[in-house]
Nanobody, 120 residues
């Protein structure tokens, strides 16, 4: 079993910054891709940013230049630094981790979600 613990969400004014963290623990042999998604009320969940095991990154067009994804493999943690936040960034943010367990099988896990609210 694997647990993902997210932290760092909250309320911030437009133009402000927040840093999200997602720490994975448990039956982990190797972490593969890690990413952040978000879901606003009445909308589908969408990819915000992802980072491969090799460090390659991709971002949605809406956050390019404002958000930065990073990972610390020693801590099994993925981060999302969010700068220049806008009201339209308001959503529940979920981390997603693809990993290989010690049994050799691959699994995909989601965090519990953390609310980010940006006031105008």
């Amino acid at each position: 079993q694997v647990q993902l613990v997210e932290s760092g969400g909250g309320l911030v004014q437009a133009g402000g910054s927040l840093r999200l963290s997602c720490a994975a623990s448990g039956n982990i042999f190797m972490l593969n891709a890690m990413g952040w998604y978000r879901q606003a009320p009445g909308k589908q969940r969408e990819l915000v940013a992802a980072i491969s095991s090799g460090g390659s990154k991709n971002y949605s067009d809406s956050v390019k230049g404002r958000f930065t994804i990073s990972r610390d493999n020693a801590k099994n943690t993925v981060y999302l630094q969010m700068n220049s936040l806008k009201p339209e960034d308001t959503a529940v943010y979920y981390c997603n981790v693809a990993l290989k367990a010690w049994n050799g099988y691959g699994y995909d896990y989601w965090g519990q979600g953390t609310q980010v609210t940006v006031s105008s």
